[in-house]
């Protein structure tokens, strides 16, 4: 399988613990995308990078979010003191020569 | 307001129906469109990208862009049930990769 690679599928934890998500995007795609998507809405924008840049974050992301994108290749999603407002599907995309993004499966992220 | 509005639905057809969908937005820079399937639980999966005001076809699936009136829809030819799913419609600007999605519309094909 070539595509958008999350994991874990999905990440239950208790409020005030910490979690990591990891992408591993499409080999080609310099750009990456993290968005977060809560239920009955559409996905919201997040962070994105150029190789291992990080060019924005939106106001969505908090201090307790930090992403890293090593050496340009795979990127980690990490959310400190997670908190109930928390949960959501957390998505990964990356963009395609023509500009179309190509997401994957997606992180779903409960807090209890 | 939402920069980018969509009729949550639920929408309910007969299989073989055409499914109508659309989306309304605000901002006039939006120059690409797009729209993605979502199953429950999954990624959202691009059906159909196009560029500025135009239609697009592509097998049962024919997206149109009218710019003057900030409007998209996509039609679904001979729906099947395997067509259940929440459709987004998603934009952005030429000098902005970031997309701009609607809230979804779920979509139930009844067999």
């Known amino acids: 399988d070539t595509g958008v690679s999350q994991n874990p599928r999905h990440k239950i934890t208790k409020r005030g613990q910490n979690v990591t998500f990891r992408c591993d995007p499409i080999s080609e795609h310099n750009r990456l995308y993290w968005y977060r998507q809560t239920l009955g809405q559409g996905p919201e924008f997040l962070t994105y990078f150029q190789n291992e840049a990080q060019l924005e974050k939106s106001r969505l992301l908090s201090d307790r979010f930090s992403a890293e994108r090593p050496k340009g290749s795979f990127s980690t999603l990490e959310i400190q003191r997670t908190e109930q407002g928390d949960s959501a599907m957390y998505l990964c995309?990356?963009?395609?020569?023509?500009?179309?993004?190509?997401f994957g499966e997606g992180s779903r992220l409960t807090v209890l | 307001q939402k920069e980018v509005e969509q009729d949550p639905g639920p929408l309910s057809v007969p299989e073989g129906a055409i499914v109508s969908l659309n989306c309304t937005y605000s901002n006039s820079a939006f120059q690409y469109f797009m729209w993605y399937r979502q199953y429950s639980r999954k990624g959202p999966e691009l059906l159909m990208y196009t560029y500025s005001s135009g239609n697009k076809e592509d097998g049962r699936f024919t997206a149109q862009v009218d710019k003057s009136s900030k409007y998209i829809s996509l039609f679904i030819r001979d729906s099947q049930p395997s067509d259940s799913a929440t459709y987004l419609c998603a934009m952005r600007a030429s000098n902005d990769y970031k997309l701009s999605f609607g809230a979804g519309t779920t979509v139930t094909v009844r067999a």
């Open positions: 995309a990356t963009q395609g020569s023509g500009g179309e993004l190509f």
